[in-house]
């Protein structure tokens, strides 16, 4: 069974920094693309950051570049989602998730449940 587990969410002023981390289980994570996705109320889930199985090639969106760094670490088999210059139009549920196959940056097969991050002004 395929776990993905976030944590680190929470409430920050803008301006603030905060790290998600994801825990993953029941596949091989080293194969695995993986990457973090948000949904706000009201709006599409939309893409932040992807990292490839090797780690050497990442992508942004352009909200997330120049303030977020996605990052993994296959031998602990998690991957993490600095954030920092955050704004209040960050504020969303992000989630973790994994992706087996060719890279396609916004689209996966297993998903984290989610973990809130509330920036206020």
């Known amino acids: 069974q395929v776990q993905l587990v976030e944590s680190g969410g929470g409430l920050v002023q803008a301006g603030g920094s905060l790290r998600l981390s994801c825990a993953v289980s029941g596949l091989t994570f080293s194969s695995a693309h993986m990457g973090w996705l948000r949904q706000a109320p009201g709006k599409e889930r939309e893409f932040v950051a992807a990292?490839?199985?090797?780690?050497?090639?990442?992508d942004y969106a352009e909200s997330a570049k120049d303030r977020f760094t996605i990052s993994r670490d296959n031998a602990k088999n998690t991957v993490s989602l600095q954030m920092n210059n955050l704004k209040p139009e960050d504020t969303a549920v992000y989630y973790c998730?994994?992706?087996?196959?060719?890279?396609?940056?916004?689209?996966?097969?297993?998903w984290g449940q989610g973990t809130q991050v509330t920036v206020s002004s």
């Open positions: 998730a994994a992706r087996r196959g060719n890279w396609v940056r916004n689209q996966y097969d297993y």
């Open positions: 990292i490839d199985r090797s780690g050497y090639t990442t």
